[in-house]
């Protein structure tokens, strides 16, 4: 904002702050507004002045408020921009304020996720470009990519996941994601690889959890109290993550009873499911299989709507190309 300055063009003397006849209302600092003095008593309430915007460079008219006296000038104030570029103006500020608000939230997502994160330093490197595409691994590249360059639900805006938006507009989903291949054959570098890409973006949050991990705290939680508890809180905070990376689905045989692996996984797959939110998950395992794992409920809804890649067993074990 200008410095309001004297029809002589010097820069206005400040006034007394407690001299009540300085007092304009509304207020002389309001963004859009500069005090104009004037060494004439010409002016008063009720005008009509033209002055010109600072935005469109147009001229336009305005009814002038309040006058006030002060060291022998008539001051009151004058509109920086026109009506219409006022209320762009305010649009792009609150817009501004929102985009930000989305921010902050989003990072403290992020922040949140990191804690619970079983993302280790392994794949941290993941990328595409890195990336050894071969005749076994070259269609589920081409759908994850597909699947990646599908709009968010907000398009250039940020995802902080549905029960963070202020929107109530229709929006796309992002469909789930099942890659499925055999031990070694790069299913999980595929998926660091789209985890890497949407943290890199800063526009929609992910949680990455190995689920053969996630099941051992289960298990420890039975004996201690504390790690269930913890445990407790990490399948609450997968629940509502905008987008939930889970490696190696069905690694860990329940044995003879299914029902308490299945019970854990329904709890945070039905919750993701309801709320229309996007998983991604890698397994050895295909749908059959699978459902003896970690049962036909939690499948059922992991696969409905969800894409799906297919990687074939390669030459040589991903491992040991990486070695």
């Known amino acids: 904002m200008e410095r309001p300055t004297s029809v002589e063009g010097q820069p206005m003397e ?38 010109t915007c600072e935005d ?4 336009f008219t305005f009814t002038v408020g309040h006058c006030c006296r002060s060291r022998g000038k008539i001051s009151y104030l004058t509109p920086t921009r026109c009506p219409p570029c006022s209320e762009e103006h305010e649009r792009k500020r609150e817009e501004a304020e929102r985009q930000e608000r ?11 996720h990191e804690y619970h994160s079983d993302f280790g330093q392994r794949l941290s490197r993941a990328s595409f470009v890195a990336f050894e595409e071969g005749p076994h691994n070259a269609e589920a590249l081409a759908v994850a990519k597909k ?28 469909p789930s ?33 190995n689920a053969a991990s996630l099941i051992a705290q289960v298990r420890h939680g039975f004996s201690d109290k ?13 629940g509502w993550a905008p987008v939930l ?18 019970e854990q996984f329904y709890a945070l797959i039905d919750a993701r499911y309801r709320a229309a939110l996007p998983t991604v998950v890698t397994t050895e395992w295909k749908a059959e299989a699978l459902t003896k794992r970690v049962g036909e409920s939690v499948v059922s809804r992991l696969m409905d709507g969800a ?13 040991e190309r990486q070695a």
Request: proline share 6%.
């Open 14 to 51: 400040n006034s007394n702050p407690f001299d009540d006849d300085f007092a304009l209302d509304p207020d002389p600092f309001a963004d859009g507004w500069v005090e104009e003095p004037t060494a004439t008593d010409e002016v008063k309430e009720g005008d009509e002045l033209e002055t």
């Open 226 to 238: 504390e790690a269930g508890s913890l445990a407790g809180d990490k399948i609450k905070v997968a």
């Open 102 to 112: 989305l921010y902050q939230r989003f990072r403290s997502i992020e922040t949140h």
């Open 177 to 209: 994601l099942i890659i499925v291949g055999a031990i070694g054959s790069g299913k999980s570098y595929l998926a660091a690889c789209l985890y890497r890409e949407l943290k890199a973006k800063e526009r929609e949050s992910a949680l990455w959890l």
């Open 56 to 59: 469109c460079e147009k001229a």
């Open 147 to 174: 699947w990646l360059a599908i709009d968010t639900p907000f398009p250039g805006e940020i995802n902080c996941g549905r029960l963070y938006s202020a929107y109530n507009a229709p929006i796309k989903d992002r």
């Open 307 to 319: 894409m799906v890649a297919g990687i074939k067993a390669p030459a040589k074990p991903y491992r």
């Open 245 to 262: 990376f889970l490696d190696d689905l069905g690694k860990v045989h329940p044995g003879k009873d299914v029902s308490w692996i299945e």
